[in-house]
């Protein structure tokens, strides 16, 4: 059976599957909500504070569940107002498809979408940064960026393993224009940088073209 395609986050070097499987967020028990936090804090209440201040936070692998859970909030808090929401983004990549539902997503939402990079800023996760409009790409001084080509694994015939290896090029096509489109490269310098693992210090990314502005304080959003 084909393995679905994907960004690969990065994994140890001794990982030998061709395509590292994603662990799905973990969802905590119903139970635990009421359940305080060594700062008196319900999980259920900051929850609410982050939806009352427009606030999102993508951290860990790009999956179907963080995308579900991304777009219910962005739809919620759209519905609400058109007032600027704020993605906060610290992630090492994952699923293409569930980055390109949150990409397409921020760009659905009439409201103005703000992207905070934090950490580093990966693959997939990547990708979801890049939706916003340049303007609205912050990072912060010690964020790490990474663009690469779109990794997968097929088993089976070889017929359907040339259909998954035309898919990966496919996809690839497409992801650079993405980017070539969104930092203002060529697409013929992208495709040269994601040929290998292309890393960026906050300060290169801006030059790339990547992020807009990098700050330090939220006095500077």
Known sequence: MNELLGFAPLM????????????????PDEDDDDKPNKNGDH???MDD????NRTILIYGPIDMNLAM???RRLLVMDAESHDEIRIFINSPGGHVESGDTIFDMIRFV??????????????????????AELENRYSLPNTRFLLHQPAGGATGQASDIAIEAQEILKMRRRLNEIFARQTGQSIEKVEE???RNFWMSAGQAKDYGLVGRIIASVDEL
């Open 110 to 131: 009439q409201s103005p979408v703000k992207v905070i990079g934090t950490g580093w800023v990966a693959s997939a996760g990547a990708l979801i940064y890049a939706a």
């Open 193 to 195: 940088d994601t040929d």
């Open 12 to 27: 140890d070097d001794d990982d030998d599957d061709d395509m590292p499987e994603i662990e799905p967020v973990e969802v």
């Open 49 to 52: 504070r982050l939806l009352k």
């Open 69 to 71: 859970d991304v777009t």
């Open 43 to 45: 999980p259920r209440s």
